[in-house]
Every structure is written in C-alpha cells, then in structure tokens.
C-alpha cells in the first residue's frame, strides 16, 4: 500500500483545509477516568473544522464487547450519521495514541470508503491553529461494500492457530503479553506471539515504510497475518503497518481479548507462546 493511501502529513492537511468535502475527525478515547476526558481536550483545543467521533457512535449496542462492528446496513447507516458519504474525503487523527485513528481508518476502509487517511503524528504534529468551538457536519449517505477479509472472529483465530498456516499477532506491551501488568486482559492467546504496537512507531508517527518493511522481513509471518489486542484497537496499527510493508493479507480480531476472555477461550501468560492442542 502507498503510504500517501493510509498517512497524511500536516503540511498536506494545512492546504485543504477548508474543502467542502473533507471531514476531519478527532477519534481520541481517554479511559483514565482521573484524567481529563477526550472530549474535553476536543473542545479546549482541536484542528480547525475537525467534529469528535465517538467510537461508539461506529459500534454495536447491542454487545458489552467493546467498540464492535455492527453489520453492514447498519455500519453504512452510522457512517452515513456522522456526516460521511462515499464521495467525501476522511482525515481522523488523535491527541493520543495513533491506534484511535487508525481503528477509524481500518473501519472505513472495511465499510469500501476509498478516501480516508490518518494524520501521522497526529495533533502533536500540526503547526497551524487550533479551535475550541464544537463542529459538526449535516448527516450523508454512504453505501457500503465490504472487504470481509479485514477482520477476523474467533472462529478463524482458534483454526488458523490449530494448523499453524498464519501468524497471530498481540499487538500490546511484552508485559501484558506475559500477563504481568494487571489489566483486565492481561496474557496472550495461546499459540499468539508479541509484537507490541510501539514497534511500529516513532515517536506519536508511523515509522518510514523501509523501517516497517525491515522488522516484518524478521517475522515469520505465513500466509495471513492477524492482529488482536485488548479490544481491537491497538491492533489496528500494526495491521496498518502491515499494510505499509507491503503485506496484503491482514486482518484484525474485532474481538480481542475481551471477547477471547469472555467465552473462556486458552489464554497463556509468561513469554512463551503456548498451544491450543
């Protein structure tokens, strides 16, 4: 994949700023709760134009799994409600992790949206002027047309790491890996290895594509490379990076281990990656 397909630099951003079609994003989720909230920073500080999405706003209700995807007409209906159509330009970013972004990035993508981007080094990296006052954009529509193979269920994770012909990946820090971080997922899929989501980054930015293509030339990867993480986000940069290294068969476990946990499915801890059989 063209890095100019998935990353926009501030600078390019800065000139089109103002386009009648472009949607600009702040896909920020904070969950410290004694810190501030991303709506918050949102509205004391944001990209001129830029409207907050909720990650909510694109997921299931009907699930206490987090932030899942709902079906196709209904995927299409929530794009459409946050002011998306198939013809406008998308540009997400966050104040945070580049994860928030990319997990809207993989979304839309998913959903067939042809036209969105994520702004590498996110606010950090914009040098122009912010604005407080909230934004919003009048409601589109948008027809979807689905890449079913960008994600993965828990099906397809037990059966791939059964036969070995793919590689599952978790994306999150060695030491929740190794379940020694108490978070509520902590450990690893048996069978999963760890390639932790900050090997992807430099910085808040997605390290140079050469970078990228030289760490996965390292990995075994097989013919399908899968990612998971704690609920589906995370994962979604390495996914990204994937992309960007040039492997094309990548999807994401929507489930992650929230769901890996719930339905009390082998989980390992400690460094190694154990097995399902």
Same mark, same amino acid.
């Given at each position: 994949?063209?890095? #100019? +397909?998935?990353?926009?630099?501030?600078?390019?951003?800065?000139?089109?700023?103002?386009?009648?079609?472009?949607?600009?994003?702040?896909?920020?989720?904070?969950? +410290?709760?004694?810190?501030?909230s991303a709506k918050a920073r949102y509205l004391k500080a944001h990209i001129p134009g830029a409207v907050f999405l909720d990650h909510n706003s /694109?997921?299931?209700? &009907?699930?206490?799994? !987090?932030?899942?995807?709902?079906?196709?007409?209904?995927?299409?209906?929530? *794009?459409?409600?946050?002011?998306? #159509?198939?013809?406008?330009?998308?540009?997400?970013?966050?104040?945070?992790? %580049?994860?928030?972004?990319?997990?809207?990035?993989?979304?839309?993508?998913?959903?067939?949206?042809?036209? *969105?981007?994520?702004?590498? =080094?996110?606010?950090?990296?914009?040098? =122009?002027?912010?604005?407080?006052?909230?934004?919003?954009?009048?409601?589109?529509?948008?027809?979807?047309?689905? $890449?079913?193979?960008?994600?993965? $269920?828990?099906?397809?994770?037990?059966? *791939?790491?059964?036969?070995?012909?793919?590689?599952?990946?978790?994306? /999150?820090?060695?030491?929740?890996?190794?379940?020694?971080?108490?978070?509520?997922?902590?450990?690893?899929?048996?069978?999963?290895?760890?390639?932790?989501? !900050?090997?992807?980054?430099?910085?808040?930015?997605?390290?140079?594509?050469?970078?990228?293509?030289?760490?996965f030339a390292e990995k075994n990867i097989n013919k399908r490379l899968i990612t998971y993480c704690g609920g589906g986000i995370a994962a979604t940069?390495?996914?990204?990076?994937?992309?960007?290294?040039? %492997?094309?068969?990548?999807?994401?476990? &929507?489930?992650?281990?929230?769901?890996?946990?719930?339905?009390?499915?082998?989980?390992?801890?400690?460094?190694?990656?154990?097995? *399902?059989?």
């Open positions: 994949m063209n890095r #100019s +397909d998935l990353l926009i630099e501030a600078d390019e951003l800065a000139t089109i700023i103002g386009d009648e079609k472009l949607r600009i994003f702040d896909a920020t989720v904070v969950f +410290d709760p004694n810190a501030e /694109l997921s299931r209700s &009907d699930t206490d799994l !987090m932030y899942m995807l709902p079906a196709e007409a209904e995927l299409a209906d929530k *794009i459409g409600a946050i002011g998306v #159509s198939n013809d406008t330009s998308v540009v997400v970013y966050s104040t945070d992790m %580049i994860g928030w972004a990319t997990r809207i990035w993989w979304v839309l993508k998913y959903a067939g949206h042809s036209n *969105i981007r994520v702004l590498n =080094g996110g606010i950090q990296a914009w040098q =122009g002027e912010l604005q407080s006052e909230e934004n919003s954009y009048e409601p589109g529509v948008f027809t979807a047309s689905l $890449s079913p193979d960008m994600f993965a $269920s828990k099906e397809e994770v037990l059966e *791939i790491i059964k036969s070995g012909s793919s590689c599952v990946v978790n994306t /999150l820090p060695q030491e929740i890996y190794q379940g020694e971080a108490g978070t509520p997922y902590d450990g690893h899929i048996s069978g999963s290895v760890n390639h932790s989501m !900050m090997d992807m980054m430099d910085g808040f930015s997605m390290k140079s594509d050469e970078a990228l293509k030289a760490y940069v390495n996914a990204c990076a994937a992309k960007l290294a040039g %492997i094309e068969d990548v999807a994401v476990y &929507d489930g992650s281990m929230t769901e890996w946990l719930t339905e009390g499915l082998p989980v390992t801890t400690g460094a190694e990656t154990g097995s *399902i059989t």
